[in-house]
């Protein structure tokens, strides 16, 4: 959640603006709103996200002429979703560095890798003797030994996160990290650093089953290693998936010295 310092707000009665000061604690969710009532003809919802955006000065009720009421977003509100955008282009950058990061590093191992795949597996059941469910995994990265040998190739899937809350909601979600262990022979979550150069969590918060990665200094480090579960092979469906996407190119000089510098993960997870 965004924490909003104490804002003027207008409330009207009878036409005349009164002005109180409140402290409103705004989040994704109303971003989201105001960005659909922004391109919208700001018909109300009178929910009780709207009610919190009124509170805060983001949203402004207006009164048509016959009578109905609309919504129109305030200068501070459009204030608001601009510095949101920044934040989310700011947040994408860093997981997309991070996500060529690992990926590079992967390849420098001599791994074939992909990145933003979209490959089906196979979740437990919600029962014990009932079916085996499906679903559409999209880890950041995935890659496979470089050999001949169809046991051998070693699946490896890394999940990049470079913000806390985004790392707090996949741990929510045990049936996405279900799908990337069903991939992968070694599940890895990459922890970026904040603002401050701090790790978003500790290590010991990743689930067991995973590994984790940090930054210290500058270097990708193993802060715990992901336990190596046996698989014979990949299934057909995942076969075909790689086969019809394109792996992360070979590095040039300059992408080399660049990783020279960033330790050698590769070593410690790649072989």
């Known amino acids: 959640m965004l924490a909003i310092s104490p804002l003027a707000i207008n409330t009207f009665t009878d036409d005349k603006p009164a002005h109180s000061t409140l402290p409103v604690a705004l989040g994704k969710i109303h971003a ?17 996200i709207e009610i919190e955006l009124l509170a805060g000065g983001m949203l402004q009720r207006v009164a048509g002429p016959a009578g109905h009421e609309t919504l129109r977003v ?79 190739v070693d699946p490896i899937v890394h999940e990049i996160k470079v913000r806390r809350s985004d790392l707090l909601g996949d741990l929510r979600r045990p049936d996405k990290r279900a799908a990337y262990l069903d991939l992968g022979g070694e599940c890895w979550y990459v922890l970026g650093c904040d603002a401050k150069g701090r790790c978003i969590a500790d290590p010991g918060e990743v689930p067991a089953e995973c590994g984790a990665l940090v930054i210290e200094n500058g270097r990708l480090v193993v802060a715990r290693a992901a336990p190596r579960r046996a698989r014979q092979s990949l299934p057909l469906g995942v076969w075909m998936a790689l086969a019809k996407a394109t792996p992360v190119s070979g590095l040039n000089e300059d992408e080399q010295g660049m990783l020279g510098k960033c330790g050698s993960l590769g070593e410690a997870v790649g072989d």
């Open 32 to 48: 989201r709103r105001l960005r659909e009532i922004y391109r919208s003809a700001g018909w109300p919802c009178q929910d009780l």
């Open 74 to 152: 305030t200068d501070a509100g459009v204030s608001y979703l601009a510095a949101t955008l920044v934040r989310n282009r700011s947040a994408l950058s860093a997981h997309e560095a991070l996500v060529e990061r690992v990926a590079c590093e992967m390849v420098r191992a001599g791994r074939i890798t992909w990145r933003g795949l979209g490959l089906r597996a196979q979740l437990p059941p919600l029962e014990e003797g009932g079916k085996p469910r499906w679903c559409i995994a999209r880890p950041d990265v995935f890659s496979i030994r470089n050999t001949s040998v169809a046991e051998y």
